[in-house]
């Protein structure tokens, strides 16, 4: 059974960092591009990155270049996502999604998600 | 950046026809795709490729894409279609991006 579980969400200050983690099984994990889409409170959804299959291609959206950065470890299974120098407006539940692609850059839809991490940033 | 514009709600009586519209500019030459999501629940993707339907999704679920305006048609709505739906395409115009519509809220009345 196909499965993407978000840990690593949580409360943390403004100006603060945090790690989020994607555990992936039931699939070849290493086959497929990953990404981060976001989604505040109430609000719609929002991309935040792309990694390739093989991690040697990443895109941000641009309200999060120099701020986020993705990475994944194959031999775990496992999608990350830094999150530095946290925002109010970064409080948002964060899921993992898979891409019908290997690489990065390629038109596509997003085929399973995970359930998601919340993350809220506050004083 | 690119545009994708969808109406807040969308209203329906059981039995009818819902049509979600999803607009942008020259939408009709990209590939746009449109998930579902239930309150609490991660999206689901329903249409993919303007009209392709994955497994499991009803046939009364179909989609267009022409011109600026793509559109999600559900027919013989349920209670259960009760949902947000979000439009999303890939734009790669000045870096890459997957830009999703702002999703509309399906009310069955």
């Known amino acids: 059974q196909e499965q993407l579980v978000e840990s690593g969400g949580g409360v943390v200050q403004p100006g603060r960092s945090l790690r989020l983690s994607c555990a992936a099984s039931g699939f070849p994990f290493s086959d497929y591009a990953m990404h981060w889409v976001r989604q505040a409170p109430g609000k719609g959804l929002e991309w935040v990155a792309v990694i390739a299959y093989d991690g040697s291609s990443k895109h941000y959206a641009d309200s999060m270049k120099g701020r986020f950065t993705i990475s994944r470890d194959n031999s775990k299974n496992t999608l990350y996502v830094q999150l530095n120098n946290l925002r109010a407006e970064d409080t948002a539940v964060y899921f993992c999604?898979?891409?019908?692609?290997?690489?990065?850059?390629?038109?596509?839809?997003?085929?399973?998600w995970g359930q998601g991490a919340l993350v809220t940033v506050s004083s | 950046s690119y545009v994708l514009t969808q109406p807040p709600s969308v209203s329906v009586a059981p039995g009818k026809t819902a049509r979600i519209p999803c607009g942008g500019d020259?939408?009709?030459?990209?590939?746009v795709h449109w998930y579902q999501q239930k309150p609490g629940q991660a999206p689901v993707v329903v249409m993919y490729?303007?009209?392709d339907r994955p497994s499991g999704v009803p046939e009364r679920v179909s989609g267009s894409n022409s011109g600026n305006t793509a559109t999600l048609i559900i027919s013989r709505v349920e209670a259960g279609d009760e949902a947000d739906y979000y439009c999303?395409?890939?734009?790669?115009?000045?870096?890459?991006?997957?830009?999703f519509g702002g999703g509309t809220r399906l009310t069955v009345l």
């Open positions: 999604a898979r891409a019908k692609s290997r690489l990065a850059e390629a038109d596509i839809y997003f085929d399973f």
């Open positions: 020259n939408l009709g030459s990209k590939s």
């Open positions: 490729y303007d009209s």
């Open positions: 999303q395409v890939w734009d790669s115009n000045n870096d890459v991006n997957w830009v």
